[in-house]
């Protein structure tokens, strides 16, 4: 699996000028907007994109078809490509956070310590999500199919939540007290449950990613 | 080493039914024109392809039983696949260092000189022939048992294919190593392989050791008239022409004593393959 990690690590070399660009909208999206929050959130995200992104390199050419010759299993292909996204993820999270919080320093903003709490574990969790969501798809489609597979999952995604949302409207629920109280008077809890949900939802992403890769063919 | 037996995959429009056998020691070729089932038959031995039915065994297990040891003992060559070519050989080096306990670095390295593939550069930007040079000389790089290679020789000018062909030669010098090798330049496997597998359809067709492939069959040609009273007995294949008719035997000597007034010719492999293939039963 190391393998496997200096691979991917070294694709992304590549990719210096991506990495530059990020920057840049760091510095413009907390110096100009003056919003830490969303600088954060973008550049995790965006880095756990990035896993996406070596899958497609390594499906370049049909390239998978010849990694799979090396000595790596396919579930082990698929576990580091996990771990990969979640160590990516994290690097960005903590690289953004120092650039976002030098910045804020400079421009004398206030970001208070909370707040970065908060945006940090909603970042862990989106990006729990994402990869979730779109590893399997890529690996089932590859990187051209994959990209309308992602965008019906996220729409069907939005229909979902609005079909609930009505649903709940209709049977009298308001959704804007159960919200405040999980996340006003309940908020250890509602996190933790949450965090145990983001957990078990990327354990069944991978199971689900492993099966497609032993039974994709090339 | 390798064993297919009765190995069926059946595609639309397509069927592999294949059972061939690389014995330890051996250089076992596979031909046949394109389209014919080679690489379906290196992707099924390998696991990249699942059959439908039939038995593969690589060192005694079956391909998705091989662990990661196993598969350090096999160096591979993919016609259609190769390395990302967004990475460096540079890159590939310390993968290939962790992937392979007995990775040569050094020799590999140096091999890489030789052939004159740039270090730095990404292998997308690399010529056809330089990607199969990179993926020899990683297949023989740490220490394999059996190498695997479809069509390594695709897209190299003769000098490099002379080279990479002495370097297979001498990786066979070692005891306990096969090679299973297809390529379309039957010259390279003629004067490379012990024993010929030939495809046509997805089945195997003919098998024979190259040896006896070269001394005992022989293309015989002749007058309808000579045709007319020839002893069949051994003809493979036969085939109209224009001056009357081409017959392939595995009995060239036969015709050679009972028939001397027919021209009888030695036959490459690629007139083999051509009359197997074209010629009637």
Redesign the interface.
């Known amino acids: 699996m ?3 990690l ?2 991917d690590v ?2 992304l ?2 990719q210096k000028q991506f990495f530059g660009m990020l920057f840049l909208m760091i510095i413009m999206f907390t110096v100009i907007q003056s919003d830490p929050t969303f600088s954060i959130c973008y550049v995790t995200l965006m880095f756990a994109i990035l896993t996406l992104t070596t899958m497609s ?2 499906d ?14 396919r579930r ?1 292909y698929v576990t580091e490509k996990y771990l990969f996204g979640m160590l990516a993820s994290l690097s960005g999270l903590v690289g953004s956070s120092l650039v976002t919080v030098a910045a804020a320093y400079i421009k004398r903003i206030v970001y208070p310590w909370e707040e970065w709490t908060a945006t940090a574990i909603s970042c862990i969790i989106l990006l729990s999500l994402a990869l979730a969501v779109t590893t399997p798809i890529q690996l089932k489609f590859g990187s051209e199919k994959s990209r309308m597979a992602v965008f019906g999952v996220f729409a069907l995604g939005s229909v979902a939540v609005f079909i609930i949302a009505k649903l709940c409207q209709a049977a009298g629920i308001d959704i804007n007290a159960v919200l405040e109280s999980a996340f006003v008077e309940n908020l250890t809890t509602t996190v933790w449950g949450i965090c145990v949900m983001a957990a078990a939802v990327l354990a069944v992403s991978w199971w689900i990613s492993v099966r497609v890769l032993e039974k994709r ?2 | 080493m390798l064993r297919l037996e009765n190995v069926k995959k059946q595609y639309k429009g397509f069927c592999l039914d294949c059972s061939l056998e690389v014995k330890e020691g051996f250089v076992t070729g596979l031909v046949g024109k394109n389209g014919a089932g080679k690489s379906t038959a290196f ?1 099924t031995a ?1 696991g ?3 059959a439908d039915s039939g038995h593969i065994r690589i060192f005694g297990k079956e391909p998705k039983e091989l662990s ?2 196993d ?2 003992k ?1 160096g ?1 060559v ?1 016609a ?9 050989v540079k ?1 590939l080096i ?3 260092d ?3 306990g007995g990775f040569k670095k050094e020799e590999f390295i140096q091999k890489c000189g030789e052939f004159e593939l740039p270090l730095d550069k ?1 292998i ?1 930007e690399f010529s056809t022939g330089m990607k199969r040079k990179l ?1 020899v000389l990683a297949a023989i790089s740490h220490e394999a048992e059996l190498l ?1 290679l479809d069509e390594p020789t695709a897209g190299l000018d003769v000098v490099a294919r002379d080279e990479l062909l002495g370097l297979l030669r001498e990786y066979m010098e070692t005891e306990g190593r096969a090679i299973l090798i297809s390529s379309h330049i039957s010259g390279d496997l003629e004067g490379f392989c012990d024993d010929i597998y030939m495809i046509d359809g997805g089945r195997i067709i003919l098998h024979e050791e190259t040896d006896v492939l070269l001394s005992n069959y022989g293309l015989l040609k002749m007058t309808p008239e000579q045709y007319s009273v020839l002893d069949k007995s051994y003809i493979l294949r036969h085939k109209k022409e224009e001056f009357g008719y081409s017959c392939l035997t595995d009995q060239k000597q036969f015709y050679q004593e009972n028939y001397p007034e027919l021209v009888i010719e030695r036959g490459s492999i690629d007139e083999l393959i051509m009359m197997m293939i074209r010629g009637e039963k």
């Open positions: 190391k393998a496997m200096i691979k070294n694709l070399k590549g390199y390594d370049y050419e049909n390239g998978m078809c010849y990694l799979l010759t090396l000595p790596v299993s082990e063919e090339f | 992707k390998l990249l392809v699942y990661s040891g598969k350090e096999i591979v993919l259609d696949s190769g390395f990302s070519g967004y990475l460096t890159n310390p993968m290939l962790r992937l392979y990404k997308k993926q695997i």
